[in-house]
């Protein structure tokens, strides 16, 4: 179509998980929480639709910020809502921070193998990729620090996907200080990894930490996550989102969500010992496992082939997401179901080799 922007009919979009329709699978492939939600946020979600849902929802999701905020006080003595804001999933708020920092022609930095959308912000917005190849520890060398072009933002997912590893906050704060641009933090699975970012927000107004409800709060089909930044950040990037961003059901279910401590904890506990489960099996079996920071774990078998196994897998009604990257080659990514969920996946995995 001749009025189409040309870096948008050049682009590939994002391309999500599958969610098949029809057939039941044991789905294991996109990353989603195996437990239902607290029940305390299908409460909180009826008394929203009691109320009526003819009035627009709270620009800001205050009632999230508040309590968030009280919650992460350990974290970032002092906080208030202003260092905080909310969005349609951490989608929406990594799409935000590109369209207020980044400009047509500038570079976006970000790691390889990781998350597949950076890349398409980068292709929407007009600015060009330095993309910086992960080390074969998983680790990130000088060159992601190195001053290249107009480089206006990276990102760093961390725990990275696919490969659930991650890199510790000292690093990343060394990081974060030698870059000449903000860093985007993206933190979707912090919740199941031993150390976090947060308190480097605090340290350096440069950086900006991301987190998801969607994996450890089971809440991928309401779409909420939030961003953590120093409030003169906030107050620009809130000047980018969309006027009613969050919805009202969204707003209540999440605040409700966070805060069940005693189902986070719970839920928490039982995705740990299943993932460390998943792990002693498949390597037993085989595969190369990397230990894992997430809710997933990234492996490769030694004598079979990742997409041959994903095929054979997903023809016996289980879902893994097979990956392949320039430079690296092929893996499968397993997310950690129920305890059953894996007891299906061992069964099949062990019929297939």
Not at 125 to 151: C, H, I, K, M, P
């Amino acid at each position: 179509m001749p009025f189409v922007r040309p870096n948008i009919a050049a682009m590939h979009g994002y391309t999500p998980g599958e969610q098949p329709r029809g057939m039941e699978y044991v789905k294991l492939n996109t990353n989603e929480n195996p437990y239902q939600c607290s029940p305390a946020v299908k409460a909180a979600i009826g008394r929203v639709c009691q109320a009526g849902l003819q009035r627009y929802p709270d620009p800001a999701a205050t009632q999230f910020r508040e309590r968030a905020a009280e919650l992460l006080e350990a974290e970032i003595p002092g906080i208030t809502p202003d260092w905080i804001l909310c969005g349609n999933g951490s989608d929406d708020i990594l799409t935000i921070v590109t369209r207020t920092f980044v400009e047509s022609g500038d570079v976006i930095r970000f790691a390889r193998p990781s998350y597949l959308l950076y890349d398409t912000l980068a292709s929407i917005q007009g600015a060009q990729t330095d993309v910086v190849n992960y080390e074969r520890d998983w680790t990130l060398g000088s060159r992601f620090t190195e001053l290249r072009g107009r480089l206006s933002l990276a990102f760093l997912a961390n725990p990275n996907s696919p490969s659930g590893t991650a890199i510790p906050p000292a690093e990343v704060a060394r990081i974060a200080a030698a870059l000449p641009c903000p860093l985007l933090v993206d933190e979707a699975y912090a919740d199941f990894a031993e150390t976090n970012c947060l308190h480097l927000v605090a340290e350096n107004d440069r950086v900006m930490v991301a987190r998801s409800l969607s994996k450890s709060y089971a809440l991928a089909g309401l779409r909420f996550g939030f961003l953590v930044a120093q409030p003169h950040v906030i107050f620009e990037l809130a000047k980018v989102k969309d006027s009613y961003n969050c919805d009202s059901l969204s707003i209540a279910g999440a605040t409700a969500a966070i805060d069940d401590r005693a189902w986070f904890k719970r839920t928490r506990g039982a995705i740990l010992a299943t993932r460390g489960k998943l792990t002693a099996e498949l390597r037993e079996r085989g595969f190369e496992c990397i230990d894992s920071q997430a809710n997933f774990v990234w492996c490769r078998h030694s004598k079979q082939s990742a997409h041959a196994l994903y095929q054979r897998l997903k023809d016996d009604g289980v879902l893994v997401r097979y990956m392949k990257y320039e430079g690296w080659g092929e893996g499968l990514r397993i997310s950690v179901g129920t305890d059953e969920q894996l007891g299906t996946l061992l069964a099949k995995l062990s019929a297939i080799l």
